[in-house]
């Protein structure tokens, strides 16, 4: 159920980020194959960030500590190239014109998710402030 919770809070996050960060598209034609788009963009993202992103953050450890924390900004915004350089792979219609709107784009991410998080119900955020 928490994984499901997750799926949702991503892809929400996705749309409002395809919304308000110009360069990054979901370019289907129905409503129903866009919140499909979403979804699965959502998976690819939520895969990379449990599979890629912890063996960034260990190789990549002093230059966290170096920048402090900033480097992570970066790790963030090529995460999320990399999500959309693998939904292209997959044809999955999403995609990110270059760095800065990839940079922007995993801010906002990172803010609507969390803010999400905190909103809904049973999601890890909220049931750990209680």
């Known amino acids: ?45 939520g895969l990379v960030n449990a599979f890629v992103k912890p063996i960034i953050q260990v190789l990549g450890c002093a230059f966290y500590v ?24 997959f044809s999955i219609p999403f995609s990110i014109s270059g760095f800065w709107a990839a940079f922007w784009g995993a801010i906002v991410m990172a803010i609507v998710s969390w803010l999400l998080s905190l909103v809904l119900p049973g999601s890890s955020a909220a049931s750990s402030s209680r």
């Open 1 to 45: 159920m928490l994984f499901l919770i997750r799926l949702v809070i991503n892809a929400v996050a996705l749309w409002v980020t395809t919304l308000l960060v110009p360069g990054i598209n979901v370019s289907s034609n129905s409503t129903w194959s866009k919140i499909g788009t979403l979804l699965l963009v959502a998976v690819i993202f």
């Open 66 to 89: 170096l920048t402090l924390g900033l480097f992570a900004l970066v790790v963030n915004a090529l995460l999320f190239l990399l999500t959309a350089w693998l939904a292209d792979l």
